[in-house]
T-cell receptor
Framework: GEDVEQSLFLSVREGDSSVINCTYT??????LYWYKQEPGAGLQLLTY?????DMKQDQRLTVLLNKKDKHLSLRIADTQTGDSAIYFC???????????FGPGTRLSVLP | DTAVSQTPKYLVTQMGNDKSIKCEQN?????MYWYKQDSKKFLKIMFS???????INETVPNRFSPKSPDKAHLNLHINSLELGDSAVYFC???FGSGAHTDTQYFGPGTRLTVL
């Protein structure tokens, strides 16, 4: 079955790095995504990675993919208060027209 | 410029009513989607639709129906609203036919509260 899991909460101090983890079960995933949802707002696409890549870096964001363990992580360097939001991991499935989302990780950045 | 927009942003209504949520995208995308986000923030796809094909998540009650007057619009009509329909509904769109390689862009969401 399709399942995406994330820890629900993460707190970090401003200026520290944040690492948000995600695991998925479907080995047919081809693209994996990170979305950000700020309070009261919609989902914003942050970044995505193709399944044959191990790492993707985009400014303060680093995505690591371990396809063997079906583990995806998002590292935010120099975390700022504006990074406080819910972060959703999502996988795009090979055989369906579905995106499967994780439950979201609520990141709180403390001053 | 708003890429994917939804109206209304908030909707409060009584049980048993029929309501619609509108979605419009100005990105020239071919495929549009509706998602439901429940109180625990779980996000589930309800429908994906392009000119050729409507794909329905089998768990969605048939009280929910998507209606697309044209490629840029996909409205969600809900009949006989129930308390459990209270949630945030997100519209999204993507290029292409909705395949796994398509990146989806989301609207701001519509918070539906059924009393």
């Amino acid at each position: 079955g399709e399942d995406v899991e994330q820890s629900l909460f993460l707190s970090v101090r401003e200026g520290d790095s944040s690492v948000i983890n995600c695991t998925y079960t479907d080995s047919s995933s081809t693209y994996l995504y990170w979305y950000k949802q700020e309070p009261g707002a919609g989902l914003q696409l942050l970044t995505y990675i193709f399944s044959n890549m191990d790492m993707k870096q985009d400014q303060r964001l680093t995505v690591l993919l371990n396809k063997k363990d079906k583990h995806l992580s998002l590292r935010i360097a120099d975390t700022q208060t504006g990074d406080s939001a819910i972060y959703f991991c999502a996988e795009a499935l090979l055989y369906g027209q579905n995106f499967v989302f994780g439950p979201g990780t609520r990141l709180s950045v403390l001053p | 410029d708003t890429a994917v927009s939804q109206t209304p942003k908030y909707l409060v209504t009584q049980m048993g009513n029929d309501k619609s949520i509108k979605c419009e995208q100005n990105l020239g995308h071919d495929t549009m989607y509706w998602y439901k986000q429940d109180s625990k923030k779980f996000l589930k796809i309800m429908f994906s639709y392009n000119n050729k094909e409507l794909i329905i998540n089998e768990t969605v009650p048939n009280r929910f129906s998507p209606k697309s007057p044209d490629k840029a619009h996909l409205n969600l009509h809900i009949n006989s609203l129930e308390l459990g329909d209270s949630a945030v509904y997100f519209c999204a769109s993507s290029f292409g036919s909705g395949a796994h390689t398509d990146t989806q862009y989301f609207g701001p969401g519509t918070r539906l509260t059924v009393l």
